[in-house]
């Protein structure tokens, strides 16, 4: 165990002793006692920049299933390490938030810090995992971990909801998700994603590729909330608003992100990927843009916003991965894509946590969230609207803010798709950039609507539940840090380009930056190019539409709500539940008549399905005995003995008629020369015709209607197919003796060597006596069982 | 020497149909009983036979056993018939 791996599972260990702290330390908030274990640990990575900012790598093993290929590799390089940065640095500011967010006295703390936690360890472990089993494990748990952190409040019905619809989609994904991996792993060889991508040329032509990119990208789509799987995500609003700023805006949701930006050399070469990767991405950048404007939660207003600009990174990275297709390595001009990406990736985690959190103050405060009746709160709370303004401008992708110079960097990406040859981008290409256009003008919208109508407006406190005033300073600590990050990040971008953002794009890409003269400069000023025309026709339509927002935010009524995903998903979740009732219900009739049915039907088809396929029709007569008139007589009686049980009127006649049937088969047993086997039938026939005759006996006058059978087709029809099958079988096994019997050792040996003259009995009770112990064991059980079922009678009232 | 046997057997088997005649006619209950005492020593003459057309001396036992048996449940049917119970139970539980 190295460092590294403590690094990873400390947040577990610590995990542990979180009900001990809050149960024994109440009077300090549980909190300050996760705080320090972030901050360590953002130090502790900082300190691997060094190494990756030389691109540099750093891998550690320790062995878990050895014999399965399973070891625990923790793998340090540009990607892994920038994730590992957000993770631990937002997760202390998100828990220093919490701390004085979540009440002391009203809260379950030591639940909300343990899940939380389970949280981190489980993401740090996603991103540093070079195992794909290992990455599999930690990536349920951060499914399991967020499930529990939504449901947080779970007396509340919609957290439950949420929750549990959450849960489903992930897992869903996490599913497909496996077998995508293991599909990867045959094909591979191995579970190590590094030995994968070096050999990522013979991937390609696999048969197995295919679907194993379906399944991992089903597996992202999911997580990371891209159409149409984002559905979860506007209803996991219902957590505490800490658990959304870091799980739903800065981690969670962007472990889809890193496992496209990690599996991107292993299957970049394929054109599907790319469209994939790229159209969904785009598709859900536009989508969820156009839907949030409509919302009126300023929380949903957020989640529809984190879906679109998860599909803005991830259609980034679609693009990023054309870059494989042009082998120039200095002027390929896919690669800003990846760069883009990674730089965005950073910035959103920066201004929507900080927009988060300022949600959750204003909800805090003003104890609502609804924009139509919050307004006016720019006086009354100025820090958070300071803190609010940076974040939204940077949303829109205004200057100066970070969010302006990766919107600048998409757009450049975007239309440098127009330039691609390859796989028919060079007619449909054209939609990159349009609706990645369209699409940030209603980014601006809702950034500015989110801003318009929380803080502008009429101020009117009448409509609110508390008397709003600003937040206290410990809760604006975080979001004020976040907005610092935002301003330095967007006049100083230099200052990550070297030591994050090209090692992490690096390692997407696989080494474009090694090479000398490849330095990756980010400014704010490129000339009059068209990426600037663009944004100025964003902020110029965006100000339009804002403006008029009023006259037409009526057409968004218009889109039919029968229509949507959300109506989709409960339709299918309803529909399935309805449907599997109604399908048990139609063959579950609780009758053990049906039951026998389908067991009986089961047992002919099948048999008759094997012989029609083995096709072994030969039946020979050669080793069949004469036929004497003695076997001939009593076959016949017995033939009688069995049709009158069947058809007999009564029931006291079927008894007698069975009781025939069983003297019948004695007297077979005496002709073929068995005495034992005589004497034993003659006497258990007697015994239980007598139990017949018993429970004849006590039949209720009632239901005691002496009608006969009455006759169905269908059990006529199975009745008669098992008889027919079952002959047909014993004729064709016998049909088909191939070896002799070992009866020959018995005959021999009973006498020489067990000291008896009886076979039978010597067999019984000397060569096999195993197996009469047991069903002396069997004739025990059913006598306790009889005596217990008479004796133990429970009276109506008992239990 | 075996025709002889089995004329005997198929005399034994008319007997039988014959019994069993009154099994499925018989007025009463008890005709029945007794029809059926004398199928179940009529069975035992048929397994005698056998053993001698099989030339084994095994299945004697049988025969001593179907003369029990049909003597056990002649009797208890005999009971059910007079009391209404085959095995009675103590006066004061």
Redesign the interface.
């Known amino acids: 165990m190295s460092m590294l791996h403590w690094a990873i599972i400390s947040p577990f260990l610590l995990a542990i002793f979180v009900p001990f702290l809050y149960k024994y330390v109440r009077p300090i908030h549980t909190g300050l006692f996760i705080l320090p274990l972030p901050i360590i640990l953002f130090i502790y990575f900082i300190q691997y920049i060094s190494i990756t900012e030389k691109y540099g790598t750093q891998i550690e093993t320790v062995p878990w299933i050895p014999s399965l290929g399973l070891d625990f590799t923790a793998y340090v390089d540009g990607l892994g390490l920038l994730f590992a940065l957000l993770i631990t640095g937002i997760g202390s500011l998100v828990i220093l938030y919490s701390v004085y967010y979540l009440s002391k006295e009203k809260e379950k703390l030591h639940h909300f810090y343990v899940y939380l936690l389970l949280f981190m360890g489980a993401m740090l472990g996603v991103v540093l995992s070079d195992n794909l089993m290992v990455l599999y494990l930690f990536w349920e748990l951060t499914s399991l971990s967020s499930f529990l952190l939504i449901g947080y409040w779970n007396e509340r019905e919609r957290s439950r909801y949420g929750a549990q619809k959450s849960m489903l989609i992930t897992i869903f994904g996490g599913l497909a998700l496996l077998g995508g991996f293991l599909l990867l792993s045959v094909m591979g060889g191995t579970y190590s994603i590094r030995e994968l991508a070096a050999q990522s040329s013979e991937l390609a032509g696999h048969s197995l590729f295919v679907p194993a990119l379906l399944l991992i990208l089903l597996g992202a789509f999911t997580k990371s909330a891209q159409f149409p799987f984002y559905i979860w995500l506007p209803d996991a609003m219902e957590a505490p608003t800490p658990v959304s700023a870091y799980l739903h805006s800065a981690t969670m949701v962007k472990a889809g992100i890193y496992l496209v930006a990690r599996l991107t050399p292993i299957f970049a070469v394929s054109p599907l990927w790319i469209w994939l990767v790229g159209g969904i991405g785009i598709l859900t950048l536009f989508w969820a843009s156009f839907h949030a404007p409509r919302q009126t939660d300023l929380k949903g207003i957020l989640a529809y916003s984190t879906v679109s600009q998860l599909g803005l990174i991830m259609s980034l990275l679609g693009v990023g991965a054309l870059s494989f297709h042009y082998d120039t390595i200095d002027d390929n001009i896919y690669i800003i894509a990846t760069v883009a990406a990674v730089f965005h990736l950073i910035n959103h985690a920066t201004f929507k946590g900080s927009l988060f959190m300022v949600v959750g103050i204003v909800d805090h405060e003003t104890g609502t969230r609804d924009v139509r009746r919050l307004g006016g709160l720019m006086t009354v709370m100025p820090i958070t609207f300071t803190v609010a303004l940076i974040g939204a401008l940077s949303m829109a992708g205004m200057p100066p803010f970070n969010g302006f110079l990766s919107k600048e960097m998409f757009f450049t990406a975007m239309v440098r798709v127009l330039q691609a040859d390859i796989f028919s981008l060079d007619t449909w290409g054209i939609l990159f950039p349009v609706i990645a256009w369209i699409a940030s003008v209603f980014t601006f919208l809702y950034s500015f609507l989110l801003l318009g109508r929380t803080f502008f407006g009429s101020y009117q406190p009448e409509q609110l539940p508390k008397k709003p005033h600003e937040a206290p300073l410990g809760m604006l600590i975080a979001p004020v840090v976040l907005a610092l990050l935002v301003i330095v990040f967007g006049l100083f971008p230099n200052m990550l380009s070297h030591t994050l953002i090209a090692p992490a794009a690096d390692a997407i890409l696989t080494g474009p930056f090694r090479t000398e003269g490849s330095a990756l400069h980010i400014s704010h000023w490129h000339g009059w190019t068209i990426e600037l025309w663009m944004t100025i026709g964003v902020i110029v339509l965006g100000t339009m539409l804002y403006k008029t927002f009023p006259r037409w935010k009526s057409l968004y009524q218009k889109f039919p709500k029968r229509l949507s995903l959300n109506h989709l998903y409960d339709r299918m979740v309803d529909g399935m539940e309805r449907g599997s009732y109604t399908l048990t219900e139609s063959y579950m009739t609780g009758y053990i008549r049906t039951y026998f049915m389908y067991i009986l039907s089961a047992f002919i088809a099948l048999l008759a399905f094997s012989i029609l396929v083995k096709g072994k029709w030969h039946i020979s007569t050669d080793h069949l005995a004469p036929v004497g008139?003695?076997e001939l007589?009593l076959s016949l009686i017995i033939i009688a003995g069995t049709i009158t049980t069947i058809m007999a009127k009564s029931r006291l006649t079927a008894i007698?008629a069975l009781g025939s049937v069983g003297?019948t088969v004695?007297?077979f047993f005496?002709?073929f020369?068995a005495?034992d086997l005589?004497?034993t039938q003659?006497?258990i026939e007697?015994i239980s015709v007598?139990l017949f005759l018993l429970c004849f006996y006590h039949l209720p006058q009632l239901s005691r209607h002496e009608k006969g059978i009455r006759f169905r087709l269908g059990n006529a029809l199975i009745s008669i197919g098992v008889g027919v099958i079952v002959s047909l079988i014993a004729l064709l096994s016998y049909s088909q003796k191939n070896f002799d019997t070992i009866a020959q050792y018995y005959v021999e040996n009973t006498y020489e060597k067990a000291a008896g003259k009886n076979m039978v009995n010597v067999i019984l009770v000397d060569f096999r006596g195993f197996d009469t112990m047991f069903e002396i064991c069997v004739l025990g059980i059913a006598a306790l069982g009889i005596y217990v079922m008479v004796k133990l009678r429970m009276s109506k009232g008992e239990k | 020497m075996t025709v002889i046997f089995?004329i005997a057997?198929v005399i034994l088997?008319i007997a039988m149909f014959c019994f069993l005649y009154r099994?499925v006619k018989g007025p009463s209950v008890a005709d029945r009983v007794i029809a059926l005492d004398a199928m179940g020593i009529c069975?035992a003459g048929?397994?005698a036979i056998?053993?001698i057309i099989?030339e084994?001396s095994?299945?004697l036992?049988?025969i001593l056993?179907?003369g029990i048996?049909a003597f056990?449940?002649t009797v208890?049917f005999a009971k059910f018939l007079q009391k209404g119970v085959v095995i009675e139970r103590e006066r004061d539980r």
Request: overall charge negative; proline content about 3%.
């Open positions: 008139a003695h007589v007698i003297y004695t007297l005496v002709l020369r005495p005589a004497l003659l006497v007697t007598s | 089995n057997l088997s099994v069975l048929i397994v056998f053993s099989l084994t095994e299945f036992e049988v056993l179907i048996l056990l449940g208890a």
